[in-house]
């Protein structure tokens, strides 16, 4: 066996586990606070006044949010794959065929397939994924979409009324994007999700921009990116390491395993960013990232330890070893990058 075929294997139990988000409390503040705290917001929506609609706005978001969590919350320690693209796209055409091909191969590593359900290549995740491994995030609108067939009357549907609270719950559950050429909403879903990890409100995970093997769309928007953005110094030259263009599945599938070869999570502890690693690093190669990645620390350098006090909630990750350092939560293709280093040393 090569060095990049074991990256094929299935993984095992840990490996599936969901991390949980960077910004989740460690426990400084108690379930019964926040719910003062939103009993509070409510005493004062009511003394504000506010127009029906308003309300109308407030109570379908918090309700769809409540039954989301409640749906995913079983499986939030299984890596879930996210794939956006268009509902149009036929069964005959290769992009459907890729997004099946995904779909089937992720979930014999032990993934979950996130789609909007409709159907295209979200049809395609679901039916190469297969039902027990597929998850449906659908949306109400006038003219689309129904429930694909492979996703439709099941217990992991949810349909929603709003696209922004669609779109948390699509980033917010996955551990892996895959964007598949669509129109306009696939458009805006890619871009959203890098947003969100450029500015550090998305934990940073593999966004993979995927063509056909003789397509261009994504190959097109990334010269666009560099010709117009970079080029313009409207983005920095290391937020080009927070996507990656492909045309092959294959290539799409090892960009994914490989960011959680070494690395397995991360989240904030007070002021300092932890991530979890796999296996501890050696003195040497812990040496290198200090010397490697020192421009991106606001003081200090990067410590390894233990697991730290207030992680005690987590105590299937608490074998884990952990770096952990004050990172000046600006530079985030830098984390980036520093996450592939990381996971070279297991090469």
Aim: charged share 30%; net charge neutral; glycine share 8%.
């Amino acid at each position: 066996m090569n060095e990049d075929e074991s990256l094929f294997e299935p993984v095992d139990e840990v490996e599936q586990e969901r991390p949980h988000p960077a910004d989740e409390p460690l426990g400084v503040e108690k379930s019964q606070d926040l719910f003062r705290v939103m009993r509070d917001t409510i005493t004062r929506l009511e003394k504000d006044q506010p127009a029906r609609g308003d309300l109308k706005i407030l109570s379908r978001t918090l309700r769809e949010l409540r039954y989301a969590f409640s749906i995913f919350r079983p499986y939030r320690r299984r890596r879930k794959l996210t794939i956006f693209g268009s509902a149009r796209t036929q069964e005959d055409h290769p992009e459907y065929q890729s997004a099946m091909e995904l779909g089937r191969r992720m979930a014999n590593y032990g993934w979950m397939i996130i789609t909007g359900a409709g159907g295209g290549i979200m049809e395609a995740g679901h039916r190469g994924a297969g039902r027990d491994a597929s998850m449906g995030l659908n949306i109400m609108l006038p003219f689309e979409q129904s429930a694909n067939p492979y996703i439709d009357g099941d217990s992991k549907l949810v349909t929603m009324k709003y696209f922004f609270t669609r779109k948390l719950m699509f980033v917010k559950e996955c551990s892996a994007v895959v964007c598949i050429p669509g129109g306009f909403g696939t458009l805006d879903e890619a871009l959203e999700t890098l947003t969100l990890m450029q500015t550090g409100k998305q934990t940073i995970l593999p966004l993979i921009l995927l063509d056909h093997p003789n397509g261009s769309y994504w190959k097109d928007a990334g010269v666009f990116f560099e010709k117009q953005l970079l080029a313009n110094g409207m983005i920095s030259p290391e937020d080009v390491h927070l996507y990656k263009i492909t045309d092959s599945v294959d290539e799409t599938i090892q960009e994914i395993l490989n960011f959680y070869r070494v690395y397995h999570s991360m989240r904030y502890v007070k002021d300092q960013l932890v991530f979890r690693l796999k296996k501890r690093l050696s003195d040497q190669q812990l040496g290198q990232i200090r010397e490697q990645f020192s421009d991106i620390l606001l003081k200090g350098t990067f410590e390894q330890t233990k697991a730290l006090s207030l992680e005690a909630g987590e105590p299937e990750l608490a074998g884990f070893p952990r770096l952990v350092f004050h990172f000046n939560r600006r530079d985030l293709g830098r984390l980036r990058m520093l996450i592939n280093a990381i996971n070279k040393f297991d090469r």
